[in-house]
């Protein structure tokens, strides 16, 4: 079926720098990618919605020029947190979506990110 | 305003009776509905959905019950196992849009 691989699983970085987290399509085309957050006991909240070739939606209280969205591929997308701090510290998910899938969403295995 | 509500944020079952797991919707747009199972640092993985046409989807030990008048679904499980104790996500979307996720169920099948 279809897989996303999404990498790194986790990833522990200093405050102040960037983080880049990468979400790879391997047997289907991922026109879209959602890209979520989830923080402990909460559900998975929406960032952004990303389209191949076009600019990211963000939702409302992301900031975009924080969490830099990429989607250069049908089969590619990346999330950048850009100058991170400890409040960013989460799990990411990235989930993509075709017309061919019928509604079949396929996530990533999630990124854990801890910024000391 | 959270539009799908998993109230239950926990529930333990023993193992080989049935889990039910209950969600409620309030956008009465939603047309297609989803569960998703969750292991710690992973990702959720689809498990059973329904579209608002049926009222019943049935895939082995697990069944989806929609109640779209009372804008209510469930998931049953049945028997249960221990492999089944993980976090299942209600999720729901109407067209193409992203799906809006409930806060989860913590589901522990005791053996």
């Known amino acids: ?116 | 305003d959270q539009q799908v509500k998993q109230n239950s944020p926990s529930l333990s079952v023993q193992e080989g009776r049935i889990s039910i797991l209950n969600c409620d919707y309030t956008n009465s747009m939603f047309d297609y509905f989803l569960w998703y199972k969750k292991y710690p640092a992973e990702g959720p993985t689809f498990l059973i959905s329904i579209s608002s046409i049926k009222d019943k989807n049935e895939d082995g030990r697990f069944t989806v019950f929609l109640n779209k008048s009372a804008k209510h679904l469930s998931l049953h499980i049945v028997p249960s196992q221990p492999g089944d104790s993980a976090v299942y996500f209600c999720a729901a979307s109407g067209g193409n849009t992203p799906l809006v996720f409930g806060k989860g169920t913590r589901l522990s099948v005791i053996a």
């Not at chain 1, 996303?4 to 200093?14: A, D, F, G, L």
């Not at chain 1, 987290?21 to 919605?49: G, H, N, V």
């Not at chain 1, 950048?80 to 075709?98: K, N």
Request: proline letters at 3%.
């Open chain 1, 1 to 116: 079926g279809a897989v996303v691989s999404q990498h790194p699983s986790w990833v522990i970085c200093k405050s102040g720098t960037s983080v880049k987290i990468e979400c790879r399509s391997l047997d289907f085309q991922a026109t879209t990618m959602f890209w979520y957050r989830q923080f402990p006991k909460q559900s998975l909240m929406l960032m952004a919605t990303s389209n191949e070739g076009s600019k990211a939606t963000y939702e409302q209280g992301v900031e975009k020029d924080k969490f830099l969205i990429n989607h250069a591929s049908l089969t590619l997308s990346t999330l950048t947190v850009t100058s991170a701090h400890p409040e960013d510290s989460s799990f990411y998910i990235c989930s993509g979506w075709t017309t061919s899938q019928n509604y079949g969403y396929t996530f990533g295995s999630g990124t854990r990110l801890t910024v000391v």
